[in-house]
């Protein structure tokens, strides 16, 4: 690994290289790019293979990095001050009485139009 990869034939590519390379991205804090990387250079080698240009794809049987599971819900206050909001400033009860939800006036930020 110490060439750069772009000078590295394409016949010198190994399964323990691309794992490598997979390994050191994803070390790098990016492991969701080094999965993407895998499945570039699968899918480059298998067209490849179709083609002629060679008999063995380096990348089948490397094992990819493991991504961090994101977080899909906000953070607990968050939660609990648009509880508060939704509690406090109910639009349901404030259409019917004002025909405009009183907290328009107050908070512009979330006004519709």
């Known amino acids: 690994m110490g060439k750069p ?7 010198q590519f ?7 390379l997979i390994d050191k991205i994803a070390a790098e804090g990016t492991p969701s790019k ?10 480059l080698f298998r067209w490849r293979i179709n083609r002629g240009y ?3 794809n380096p990348a089948q049987g490397v094992e990819s990095a493991k991504e961090r599971k994101q977080r899909r819900l906000p953070e ?3 939660i609990a001050r648009l509880t508060e909001f939704a509690v406090i400033f109910n639009p349901v009860v404030q259409m019917a009485a004002l025909k ?3 907290y328009y006036a107050r ?3 979330l006004s519709l139009g």
């Open 5 to 11: 990869r772009g000078d590295l034939p394409t016949a």
């Open 14 to 20: 190994s399964p323990a290289l691309v794992q490598r």
């Open 34 to 43: 080094a999965n993407h990387l895998l499945r570039y250079l699968g899918r």
């Open 54 to 56: 060679c008999d063995r």
């Open 76 to 78: 607990l206050t968050t």
């Open 100 to 102: 405009q939800p009183f």
């Open 107 to 109: 908070f512009p930020a």
